[in-house]
């Protein structure tokens, strides 16, 4: 392990989380400048046999491969192969079915498509089969008009992005990723494990239901005091299996296999919303190129991470705001910093950037938080890295 002096109170914060039994097993790392300032790890990666947390042991981080997904799309658009501001159907014709012709490929990046579920279970038979989960999305009309609104689209943004990218290049985001992201950049992070590291990954342990808890609400009245209204709402949506939340976040339904998202079609198959496996160092090292313009030219970036829609959220209710595919700061991604941009996986994990400091943050474990975005712990960190510029 290795902690650049400077950063010591981030050392003190993450060994707290662990003497407290707020973790099992984590890692935390953090670029300055582009310098590997902090990389740190402990605990158990695996609680039944043992197995202890190494440099390079990995884990599934649900949302944070959102903004991976976004880069992928992105690094499309500067090559002139897909216009963000062009409708969906140009490049998926048969998208337009049921009033979806003028949905554009921003309006997915922003979450305001209105089509945040799969209206009918999808069989696990298919939970392989990308291709056959967005002609199910393409064959829905929107729960909302498109452009009007935006709400979180847990699951759903990654098919139907996907899509659009295997519709202009033939390949998936997974294999994008290897190609053009994490090979050249040697970043361990895959968007869809081969074998050997779905091995070594770390395997979860279920948190509670994702609903307000210890992890959420109080992060939200942290920002703003945020009434108990808007909590209630939400907790009355979490215990409701049919509420638009639970049916935004539960199909394709993980649960439906044994052990969730640590079985290993999950870790395999890459989601492109929620199913990349990486270390702490490979997704702060994600973020570490995003900064340095290795990935997308620094105006792209810039214009990527410009709040696009912002305030309450259809899915979550809390308010959140996004740029072009990447989560800014709000009452679901509250960060220390305006500037900072990047996404939060649901249970804890964490991604973030932030140009103007020349920040890279990545945080992964294993114990699951009862919150559906980010965990107190991940922000404790961020607060550390930021109190010890």
């Known amino acids: 392990m290795y902690c650049d002096p400077r950063f010591s109170r981030v050392r003190e914060v993450f060994e707290r989380h662990f003497a407290d039994g707020e973790e099992l097993g984590a890692a935390f ?8 300032v902090v990389d740190l790890w402990d605990g158990v990666a695996d609680r ?5 947390w190494a440099q390079d042991t990995p884990a599934f981080t649900y ?3 959102k903004a991976v997904t976004a880069t992928v799309l992105l690094q499309l658009a500067e090559r002139g192969l897909v216009d963000v501001t062009a409708p ?3 490049v998926w014709p048969e998208f337009a079915a049921h009033g979806k012709g003028a949905i554009t490929v921003e309006h997915l990046l922003t979450h305001q498509a209105g089509l945040p579920t799969v209206e009918d279970p999808v069989p696990v038979e298919q939970f392989e089969d990308h291709p056959a989960i967005a002609a199910r999305l393409a064959g829905q009309a929107p729960i909302w008009e ?5 709400g979180y689209h847990a699951l759903t943004y990654g098919f139907l992005l996907g899509e659009v990218i295997r519709r202009v290049t033939g390949k998936s985001v997974g294999e994008l990723v290897a190609a053009e992201i994490a090979g050249p950049l040697e970043l361990e992070l895959w968007v869809g494990a081969p074998a050997p590291v779905i091995a070594r990954t770390a395997r979860l342990k279920a948190g509670d239901r994702p609903a307000p808890g210890p992890d959420s609400a109080p992060a939200a009245e942290a920002v703003d005091g945020r009434p108990p209204d808007v909590l209630a709402e939400m907790t009355k949506a979490a215990l409701d299996p049919h509420s638009l939340m639970n049916r935004a976040l539960g199909n394709p339904g993980m649960h439906r296999l044994k052990g969730g998202a640590n079985h290993p079609v999950i870790l395999r198959t890459g989601w492109p919303a929620a199913g990349m496996v990486t270390t702490a160092r490979g997704l702060a090292g994600f973020y570490r190129a995003l900064i340095a313009g290795d990935l997308l030219r620094p105006e792209t970036l810039a214009d990527a991470t410009r709040r696009r829609v912002h305030g309450p959220d259809r899915v979550l209710f ?4 996004f740029g072009l595919g990447y989560m800014v700061p709000s009452l679901t991604y509250p960060m220390p910093s305006e500037t900072a941009f990047g996404h939060s996986g649901m249970g804890g994990s964490l991604g973030m950037g932030d140009a103007r400091h020349g920040l890279a943050i990545g945080y992964v474990m294993n114990r699951m938080a009862g919150a559906v975005s980010g965990s107190l712990r991940a922000i404790r960190l961020a607060e ?3 109190k010890s510029l």
């Open 29 to 36: 790392a953090v670029y300055l400048d582009g310098e590997l």
């Open 48 to 52: 039944h046999t043992g197995r202890t």
């Open 63 to 65: 949302s944070c491969t």
């Open 88 to 90: 969906v159907a140009d």
């Open 146 to 150: 498109p452009g009007t609104a935006h």
């Open 318 to 321: 809390l308010d959140s705001a």
């Open 384 to 386: 550390a890295v930021y």
